[in-house]
T-cell receptor
Framework: EAGVTQFPSHSVIEKGQTVTLRCDPI?????LYWYRRVMGKEIKFLLH????????ESGMPNNRFLAERTGGTYSTLKVQPAELEDSGVYFCASSHRGFSGYGYTFGSGTRLTVV | DAKTTQPPSMDCAEGRAANLPCNHS???????VYWYRQIHSQGPQYIIHGLKNNETNEMASLIITEDRKSSTLILPHATLRDTAVYYCIVKSGGGYNKLIFGAGTRLAVHP
């Protein structure tokens, strides 16, 4: 089966611009998670979708970040306007509903650089 | 979810077993021990998980102490490609619970 796909793999934008990251989870996975790693820091949870509903968005840093998952398939994470501290690697992961016996499958990430 | 403690770094010679420890003294009865790793800048990769019995798969073995307060991930024959940051995460079962990553152990496998 295809894995979790993230697009783009890299993005360089100027401060104040808008960027949209996309995640395509494994087909049939109800759970979709966004994480990010800022340089030198630990991987941090951002939010969790169950199908199209936000189950937990406690990790979203501020209202410049907007995540959507229309139709319960792919998800987008928009940053508007981007700030320098938003630079980092954004990971998406998906898992089956219920007990995730084989864990979460992560995508390769989107490396965002805000200059 | 319970916190975990791991050494910040470890070294291992290629071909030897790598034994990565993890302390999780506050683990509760319904919490599982998961291990993930991140190779360079790739996404984290699931390795193995267990509740109280020892587990083995094609990648690794997981040894959990009887009191479940600590565990050890064993890579039986480490290769250079196993150089990565290894994360021990304690989490209750169910896909609704997020993974909480700590600092992990940076394993360096050398020739």
């Amino acid at each position: 089966e295809a894995g979790v796909t993230q697009f783009p793999s890299h993005s360089v934008i100027e401060k104040g611009q808008t960027v949209t990251l996309r995640c395509d989870p494994i087909s049939g996975h109800d759970n979709l998670y966004w994480y990010r790693r800022v340089m030198g820091k630990e991987i941090k949870f951002l939010l969790h979708f169950v199908k199209e509903s936000k189950q937990d968005e406690s990790g979203m840093p501020n209202n410049r970040f907007l995540a959507e998952r229309t139709g319960g398939t792919y998800s987008t994470l928009k940053v508007q306007p981007a700030e320098l501290e938003d630079s980092g690697v954004y990971f998406c992961a998906s898992s089956h509903r219920g007990f995730s016996g084989y864990g979460y499958t992560f995508g390769s990430g989107t490396r965002l650089t805000v200059v | 979810d319970a916190k975990t403690t791991q050494p910040p770094s470890m070294d291992c010679a290629e071909g030897r077993a790598a034994n990565l420890p993890c302390n999780h003294s506050t683990i509760s009865g319904n919490e599982y021990v998961y291990w993930y790793r991140q190779i360079h800048s790739q996404g984290p990769q699931y390795i193995i998980h267990g509740l109280k019995n020892n587990e083995t798969n094609e990648m690794a073995s997981l040894i959990i102490t009887e009191d479940r307060k600590s565990s050890t991930l064993i890579l039986p024959h480490a290769t250079l490609r196993d150089t990565a940051v290894y994360y021990c995460i304690v989490k209750s079962g169910g896909g609704y619970n997020k993974l909480i990553f700590g600092a992990g152990t940076r394993l360096a496998v050398h020739p």
